[in-house]
């Protein structure tokens, strides 16, 4: 692969690569090219931050009365 596709391979996985759902030879290759590649690990660093942000801002949990509008339209789904 070139560079190119490489950082195109990467740049398609990042997020499955923060989620934990790639195949342990996928998360080698990501792994190794974050190493390697400034401009994919500027990418990764950006949606780590990201994630970290939205993690800490979204601890509010949902009113009941939604909740259980959700639970019901789950039931008869």
């Known amino acids: ?10 740049l398609e996985r990042i997020f499955a690569f923060h989620d934990g759902v790639l195949p342990q030879a996928e998360v080698d290759e990501v792994g190794a090219h974050l190493m390697g590649c400034e401009g994919c690990l500027d990418a990764y660093e950006v949606e780590r931050v990201m994630r970290a942000v939205i993690k ?3 601890n509010v949990e949902a009113p009941a009365s939604l909740r259980e509008k959700v639970r019901a339209s789950l039931a008869t789904a």
Do not use: F, H, L, Q
């Open 56 to 58: 800490r801002g979204c």
């Open 1 to 10: 692969m070139s560079d190119s596709e490489d950082c195109r391979y990467t």
